[in-house]
């Protein structure tokens, strides 16, 4: 099959929906924008600071931008976290204390929170500090209303946890229109539980965030949607103040908080990534469109499907066979601009209990926001492919993991 001109007439179908991004991009841009504006963001906020970081204007001119953008009282943006997990790790122990309860309503979060939380046995977990974790699946791709209202009128929650995006399950992501209709019932059954939602992948997919419909509390990573792929590491957490400031007594020392913390010449670099954020999802947005749409017509099972509405930049594929995985992985890392001539083949990782194969040819380490494609080596043997710069790239990409794929 000539991959281009498959691409070329793909492009042609999905006309509407290319357009529909266009403008979400431009909205987006709009209240990034603003926020700079309304921070009156200058050139003195790129200076730095080191050792204990005491006065480091242009960092907490940052999370001023960061929480406007996201509709938050507050925000902490800090390049000393190191990943999302890491990020929703320091939540957790921050709002939770031993004799506590907390509840995920969409399932099983992330492999990587499994040790975290007690799923898995680790003696630094919150299983070991006394604090006890329950569960609620999803109900057809959507929140299991009756469960949630019936558990917590029977028990007291600390922390509800909702995880927009899918991991690695074959679950679908939660629009906003979803956590809306779930937290306003939160709230009425149990006014005093904390909802905390996992926001990775899910920044800029559409205009409203889990702030705006009521949840208290979100976490992302800066290596994602928001870091627009210039951010080198960090990530964030933004919502309830209050809760802002016990996160960041967490992650620093209680007294302290949000006050210290030197950025070491990261401001420019979060700032000039979330100015580039808005575009850096469009971009993943058509990909993830246009190779919904390719993929399901040479008779692939795809989640989401292209006319269907997109909460995350992920999309998964459903290949059916281990070497079909592979070789579309291998596709997108040749696409790639970074370790173009390399290989991946499908390896043990930290955090994960199947072997993984991943395609990152990234700038940055692990960015998900730059083009990469993973999946762990177990049945149905479903590829995750998400992210890319711009979208010329992305198509590029497309064009190569396609003939990986015929080949």
């Known amino acids: 099959m000539e991959t281009k001109k498959i691409i070329k007439e793909a492009e042609k179908a999905l006309k509407k929906e290319i357009?529909?991004?266009?403008?979400?991009?431009?909205?987006?841009?709009?209240?990034?924008?603003?926020?700079?504006?309304?921070?009156?963001?200058?050139?003195?906020?790129?200076?730095?600071?080191t050792?204990?970081?005491?006065?480091?204007?242009?960092?907490?001119?940052?999370?001023?931008?960061?929480?406007?953008?996201?509709?938050?009282?507050?925000?902490?943006?800090?390049?000393?976290?190191?990943?999302?997990?890491?990020a929703l790790t320091v939540a957790f122990f921050a709002f939770l204390r031993p004799g506590d309860t907390m509840i995920s309503i969409t399932g099983e979060p992330y492999d990587t929170l499994h040790e975290v939380i007690g799923i898995k046995d680790n003696p630094s977990s919150l299983k070991s500090y006394g604090i006890s974790y329950e569960c609620i699946d999803l109900k057809d791709d959507d929140f299991d209303d009756e469960s949630v209202i019936d558990t917590l009128k029977e028990k007291k929650y600390r922390l509800v946890h909702i995880q927009r995006s899918r991991g690695y399950s074959n679950r679908k992501s939660l629009t906003i229109d979803k956590v809306e209709r779930i937290v306003k019932k939160i709230a009425?059954?149990?006014?005093?539980?904390?909802?905390?939602?996992?926001?990775?992948?899910?920044?800029?997919?559409?205009?409203?965030?889990?702030?705006?419909?009521?949840?208290?509390?979100?976490?992302?990573?800066?290596?994602?949607?928001?870091?627009?792929?210039?951010?080198?590491n960090g990530a964030y957490i933004a919502g309830r103040k209050d809760l802002v400031e016990l996160a960041a007594e967490r992650l620093t020392l209680p007294g302290e908080g949000s006050e210290v913390g030197p950025t070491l010449g990261i401001n420019k670099d979060f700032l000039r990534g979330l100015y580039m954020a808005?575009?850096?999802?469009?971009?993943?947005?058509?990909?993830?469109?246009?190779?919904?749409?390719?993929?399901?017509?040479?008779?692939?099972?795809?989640?989401?499907?292209?006319?269907?509405p997109h909460a995350d930049i992920v999309l998964m594929i459903e290949f059916?066979?281990?070497?079909?995985?592979?070789?579309?992985?291998?596709?997108?890392?040749?696409?790639?601009?970074?370790?173009?001539?390399?290989?991946?083949?499908p390896t043990e990782m930290p955090g994960y209990d199947d072997h993984i194969i991943m395609a990152s040819g990234s700038f940055i380490q692990g960015s998900s926001i730059e083009i990469s494609c993973d999946g762990p080596l177990r049945p149905p043997y479903n590829a995750y492919l998400q992210g890319s710069l711009t979208y010329e790239y992305a198509k590029l990409a497309l064009e190569k993991a396609l003939a990986k794929l015929e080949d």
Request: glycine letters at 10%.
């Open 51 to 86: 050792g204990y970081g005491y006065g480091d204007i242009g960092r907490e001119a940052i999370e001023k931008v960061f929480a406007r953008v996201l509709d938050a009282e507050s925000a902490l943006v800090r390049n000393q976290f190191i990943s999302g997990s890491h």
């Open 278 to 308: 808005p575009s850096a999802v469009g971009a993943s947005l058509k990909l993830s469109f246009l190779s919904s749409y390719i993929l399901e017509q040479l008779g692939y099972r795809v989640s989401p499907r292209y006319d269907e």
């Open 320 to 345: 059916n066979s281990p070497d079909k995985l592979i070789s579309f992985t291998q596709g997108i890392q040749s696409g790639s601009a970074i370790d173009a001539f390399a290989t991946p083949e």
């Open 188 to 232: 009425q059954i149990s006014p005093n539980s904390i909802i905390m939602v996992d926001n990775c992948y899910c920044e800029f997919v559409e205009e409203k965030t889990p702030l705006t419909v009521g949840a208290h509390i979100i976490v992302g990573s800066l290596i994602k949607n928001l870091g627009g792929g210039i951010a080198p």
């Open 19 to 49: 357009s529909a991004i266009d403008e979400l991009i431009y909205e987006n841009s709009r209240k990034v924008l603003n926020a700079f504006h309304e921070v009156g963001i200058s050139e003195i906020h790129f200076g730095t600071t």
